[in-house]
């Protein structure tokens, strides 16, 4: 998995390079410092040679300042390699998803494919980093601190060489338990906050139904539950602190009994049992910053999972053409459409769809909820793809187009009305990004939005708040629609699209349909008679199949299903 | 479909999480302090305790390296085994103390911390419970969630450790250098100004990096807008081949982000090789000064010794609260903004009255119920007087509007005789929902009265009021649970039996009865697996179980086909004998039955009557329903 994610370090891994040299000469840089002052204690003093400690301390010093100078170019590296590696990722991710078809979309859930491109990415980045400066250096002020240790005095060093298998283990072991009780602690708080978020969406809710009391025992609960999980993680890691300085203190008292007996029987310089006992503080240091980068990368691990998954993910619609002629007269034609969701699993949705859509006529949908009307609909533009038979658009397979040609002739308002922050122009643009003011009028006149976006103070230019919740569910569907008119498609799909609006200004707008855009072929999703019974073809599903096509007057006398339906919105006046 | 639950949006934490998260500095850091310290008043022992153990802790520490001196001097040069022995095992015991000391001192910490954090999180809780609803639509829930998650993150960590890091860095940083002074003043004058420089610079380089860091964050909003609104859209962007455009878009962002994140990782970064290595020159700087006195006999070996060890644990502590003091202010600034949510006024409630069980007897007299008999019969109580609870809702004179300024309902006036189905009719915005939410109190009028059975609501407790009405609302809300759950929240003591029966009459049983696990399915992220009827015919049972005397129910049917809602407009009817309801739906063919049909147009009351009556009028109504603009 690292060389799959190393991929994204792109131009930045030039910088990688550099790291571990730099790091490897400000290592020596540092470890040099102990061993020097040990020449001052053992030689510098004992011959009242006040020159050689001098050179010996201006060398330090010297060494010191280049530390810094290599420390902090270091660090510069590794926070742009770093962030680097987490900007490709993440650009890579959003293309990716940009790129994902709508069955691609229900796999993931919007939710896990926003946590993918935030946190995990994040995630990732921070692991990189700490990885980038602890997991090249730790190691390496490592070995050489043993080495010099072993070169001021072998013997000594065995309490050394047994001193950090311990503590390595020591503290491996409580980190791992404690990796598992903390993830398990997040999974409570994450459970907690979900239901906190529940909560404050449903206020409404718990308000009227006056659970405040239950809600609030329920609260309770959980968060009593979190504690308990968080003390018990918390726990466990404080004995890391303890255990290390115990192991550090202990190897420090071996070293000062068996080295001072040394320097007592003369094999051994003071200044070398000084700067010894440096070098263990040194060693243990390093030694838990290896645990913990270990520790992170475990944790990382699932990241990285995750991100890949999306990454690897084959979108499983895409241009099978390079044909980019776009449908210009807006026949609909299905023969023998059959569809279902996840191939090899479950029932088939729509079962043996045909029909004919022919240019400028309306066609209206109807059945009951489920039947399959938004995933027969969902199909023209290939937002899904057929399992069976064929969908075409002015004679040619909807698979014979690019897939941006075919959309581009296809405007869709789907069930949810979705507007993005930004003005209401820069909305509608979405629909044609070069439409003057003039077309943006045509379309916004005919969905009859016009005049109540000139009710606003600013107008077009009015500010749209987090999709558009500063609008009644009336005007944002009539913005969608206008959006969808201002690429003046020869295909025009509403999804149940005027739901939100009363019939008067439904009549409206259909009018205007008629007047302005009588070549584009209509597809209408509907659930009032009132607005269907003007179509030319009235299509009827039940269970995903069929069961009636024809006019609102033949299918009242040849259609039970039909006639269910409009009997159920019987009219006052008998025609 | 994916299970995964939406996990609101946070940056990595635990035990190894980046430094500093939260937003700045609080604005009155004297108060904050002083109201934190005020919720800490009864671990006030128990934090008395963990600063003596912190002492211990660290005195244990600082003598350890003390003890070198006589070590090397009084034992190791002069040959003194059996001396070194016990000062090693005395050495030992001051360790072991120290570490006891220490791990006791996190020991209590930890269940310090989390204890506050546990009891502000309730507090916030049951007061958000209380507020009014005009405080939810002018906060965001983000804005609302992050008080959950970032804020009380930020105030555990610290409390957790960096409080407690801070404080004993700081013992450690005094106690090294009083150390130091005892035992050589003069070698400390020599180093002192290395240390004077390790501390400006570690609280300069601190200020930048923690402007970063607020610049970082303000990234983070950016872009996870940017990415939650398209991802979410995803849909819509496909439809209008917005992709290009949403991608430029997310470039800009990304390199925003890029630029403010690596600047804030590199300030944070160069902090400790620059301590690590003044302190080495600070080291340097003893040995070789400390390397002439000993020369020049005014030092010994033993002191040296100890002095230099001494000098290399300065560099630490500095590093430590320059690092935690980010945490603190971050945890600062994010306890601010909790009391802030906590300061918020609730929910204003004079009401007295308060609504009985009652038992009716043949004279038609009532008595309070025995607690917890159900009789289905109830009564206000006002005072010592019972009025009994029939339904009769009206509107005297009202006139409303949400933000005080602009009327959305104008002198309205209207009434519901028990049992009666009123419907409202008009167009988007005429006031319809505006009604309902005035009837259960969820906003105030400015003018007028609504009395429910002779009593003006405001009189009436808010949640007596609630608990008498049933709503099914425009949007629907479900929770995190299983349908029968769902069902139950209208009435928490309904047995199965009662619930499936509701389904039943709601029409929801037979789609319910297709789920994967029936009435076991769990539903999840307010009924997302679910399609938008099924949400509907689930909020219609739950209010069934509720089994309230006025029911509310607004545009309930509009995402169901007609002919299911055929099915449970017999179920409803079933349901409505003594029962007031109030129907608003744009569906006409939904209101045909009503008793008596309101037309609003801009907040008013133009048309009243029955279907009949209205079509005659050839009004609004008229136009509405047969779909004419004009007459022809």
């Not at chain 2, 209207?414 to 505006?434: M, N």
Request: proline content about 2%.
């Amino acid at each position: 998995m690292l060389k799959k994610l190393s991929v994204f370090l792109g131009k930045y891994k030039k910088l990688l390079v550099w790291i571990p040299f730099l790091m490897a000469v400000d290592v020596i840089c540092e470890l040099l410092i102990p061993f020097l002052m040990s020449k001052i204690v053992d030689i510098g003093i004992p011959g009242q040679d006040i020159r050689y400690i001098l050179r010996i301390g201006i060398l330090m010093v010297g060494l010191a300042c280049v530390a810094i100078l290599l420390g902090c170019i270091n660090m510069k590296l590794s926070a742009v390699a770093s962030q680097g590696f987490a900007a490709n990722l993440r650009r890579s991710l959003f293309e990716k998803i940009q790129d994902f078809s709508f069955s691609n979309i229900d796999k993931f859930s919007t939710a896990s494919l926003v946590t993918r491109l935030t946190n995990d990415v994040n995630q990732l980045q921070f692991t990189a980093l700490m990885g980038m400066r602890i997991f090249i250096r730790a190691p390496l002020m490592l070995v050489c601190s043993l080495v010099l240790a072993i070169s001021i005095n072998a013997r000594l060093s065995i309490i050394l060489i047994v001193a950090i298998p311990i503590l390595g283990l020591a503290v491996w072991l409580i980190m791992r338990k404690a990796e598992k009780l903390f993830s398990f602690m997040q999974t409570r708080l994450d459970a907690l906050n979900s239901s906190v978020q529940g909560n404050l969406v449903a206020i409404r809710v718990v308000k009227a139904f006056v659970r405040q009391v239950y809600e609030k025992t329920k609260f309770k609960k959980s968060n009593d539950e979190l504690m308990q999980a968080a003390i018990h993680a918390a726990n466990t890691v404080i004995f890391i602190m303890p255990i290390m300085l115990l192991i550090i203190n202990f190897a420090t008292i071996s070293i000062i009994w068996v080295g001072g007996k040394m320097v007592g029987a003369g094999s051994m310089g003071t200044g070398e049992l000084i700067s010894f006992l440096s070098y263990i503080m040194l060693i243990l240091i390093n030694l838990m910053m290896v645990s913990f980068v270990f520790l992170l990368a475990a944790r990382a691990k699932a990241c990285g999972q995750r991100v890949l998954e999306v990454l690897e993910t084959k979108n499983d619609i895409y241009d099978l053409t390079a044909n980019q002629e776009t449908a210009k007269q807006g026949k609909i034609e299905f023969c023998h459409v059959d569809f279902k969701y996840a191939a090899g699993t479950g029932d088939y949705v729509l079962k043996d769809i045909s029909f004919t859509a022919n240019p400028g006529e309306m066609i209206a949908l109807v059945g009951g909820t489920g039947t399959g009307k938004t995933t027969l609909v969902n199909l023209i533009p290939r937002l899904y793809e057929a399992t069976n038979g064929q969908v075409k658009i002015d004679d040619r397979d909807v698979r014979d187009y690019t897939l941006e040609a075919l959309r581009h002739s296809i405007g869709m308002v789907l069930q949810k009305n979705v507007l993005f922050s930004g003005t209401i122009r820069e909305n509608l643009l979405w629909g044609n990004e070069n439409a003057t003011q003039k077309q943006i009028e045509k379309a916004t006149k005919v969905a009859q939005a016009h005049e109540f976006i000139l009710s606003f103070p600013k107008g077009y230019d009015t500010q749209l708040e987090q999709g558009g919740v500063n609008l009644s569910g009336g005007q944002r569907q009539r913005l969608c629609i206008a959006r969808a008119l201002l690429k003046e498609p020869s295909i025009l799909i509403l999804d149940d699209s005027t739901s939100a609006v009363d019939t008067a200004t439904e009549l409206l707008i259909r009018r205007a349909f008629r007047e302005y855009f009588p070549d584009t072929t209509i597809i209408i999703i509907a659930q009032r008679i009132s607005s269907v019974r003007e179509a030319d073809k009235i299509l009827v599903l039940d269970s995903g199949q069929l069961v009636g096509c024809g006019t609102h007057q033949q299918l009242l006398e040849n259609n039970e299903v039909y006639r269910e339906i409009n009997s159920s919105q019987q009219e006052g006046v008998v025609a | 479909m994916s299970e995964e639950k939406k996990a609101p949006l946070r940056t990595p934490k635990g035990p190894m999480g980046p430094h500093a998260m939260g937003i700045g500095k609080p604005k009155n850091t004297k108060l904050v302090i002083k109201r934190l310290l005020g919720r800490l008043k009864d671990s006030r022992l128990k934090l008395f305790f963990v600063m003596i153990l912190m002492l211990i802790g660290s005195i244990s520490m600082l003598t350890g390296s003390y003890f070198l001196k006589p070590l090397i001097n009084n034992y190791i040069l002069p040959g003194d085994f059996a001396g070194l022995a016990k000062g090693l095992i005395i050495l030992a015991c001051i360790y072991l103390i120290g570490s006891a000391a220490i791990y006791l001192q996190s020991r209590i910490m930890v269940k310090v911390a989390q204890k506050t954090v546990n009891s502000l999180r309730k507090d916030v809780f049951e007061h958000m419970q209380s507020l009014s609803l005009r405080y939810f639509d002018s906060h965001t829930h983000g804005e609302l969630m992050s008080r959950y998650t970032n804020d009380m993150d930020n105030v555990q960590m610290a409390l957790e450790q960096s409080l407690v890091q801070l404080f004993s860095s700081a013992l450690t940083f005094i106690g090294v250098i009083v150390m130091m002074i005892v035992l050589s003043p003069l070698l400390f004058v020599v180093t002192a100004v290395i240390i004077a420089l390790m501390l400006f610079l570690s609280s300069t380089i601190g200020k930048r990096s923690r402007t970063y860091f607020q610049k970082q964050q303000k990234e983070i909003g950016n872009l996870n807008g940017y990415i939650e609104e398209m991802v979410e859209g995803l849909k819509e962007v496909k439809v209008f081949t917005h992709e290009q455009q949403a991608n430029q878009g997310f470039y800009k962002i990304n390199d925003q982000f890029f630029h403010a994140a690596s600047n804030a990782n590199f300030f944070a970064g160069i902090i400790m090789p620059i301590m690590v290595n003044l302190n080495n020159i600070c080291f340097a700087l003893s040995a070789v000064f400390g390397g002439i006195l000993v020369i020049k006999g005014s030092f010994d070996i033993g002191s040296l010794a100890a002095f230099l060890q001494y000098s290399r644990q300065v560099g630490h502590p500095i590093n430590q609260i320059s690092m935690q003091l980010n945490n603190v202010f971050a945890a600062m600034a994010g306890a601010e903004r909790i009391f802030e949510l906590l300061d918020e006024e609730p929910e204003i409630d004079e009401g007295r009255v308060t609504l009985v069980t009652v038992v009716q007897h043949g004279d038609d007299s009532l008595e309070i119920a025995p607690a917890g008999q159900h009789t289905g019969h109830w009564a206000w109580k006002k005072g010592e007087e019972l009025i009994p609870l029939r339904g009769d809702v009206r509107f005297h004179n009202v006139t409303f509007a949400y933000d005080g300024i602009n009327p959305v309902l104008k002198n309205v006036s209207l009434f519901a005789k028990p049992g009666q189905k009123i419907a409202f009719v008009g167009s988007t915005g005429a006031g319809k929902t505006t009604i309902t939410n005035l009837i259960n109190r969820f906003y105030d009028i400015q003018e007028g009265e609504i009395t429910y059975d002779g009593i003006n609501v405001r009189e009436i407790k808010k949640d007596d009021l609630r608990q008498s009405l049933g709503m099914v609302l425009q949007d629907t809300h479900l929770f995190t649970g299983t349908v029968m759950e769902n069902i139950r929240y209208g009435r928490l003591d309904a047995t199965d039996e009662e619930c499936i029966e509701a389904a039943h009459q709601a029409s929801a049983d037979s789609f319910i009865s297709r789920l994967p696990q029936g009435y076991d399915t769990v539903i999840t992220g307010d009924g997302a697996n679910l399609s938008q009827g099924q949400r509907q015919l689930l909020a219609i049972a739950r209010s069934y179980v509720a089994d309230p005397p006025v029911m509310i129910l607004d545009e309930a049917t509009s995402s169901i086909d007609t002919r299911t809602e055929r099915l449970i407009e017999k179920g409803m009817n079933a349901l409505m004998e003594d029962r007031t309801v109030f129907v608003i739906a744009h569906r006409l063919s939904t209101v045909r039955n009503a008793n008596a049909i309101l037309v609003l147009e801009n907040g008013q009351i133009i048309e009243r009557g029955d279907h009949a009556d209205l079509l005659e009028q050839k009004g609004r109504y008229w136009q509405l329903y047969t779909g004419q603009h004009q007459l022809d």
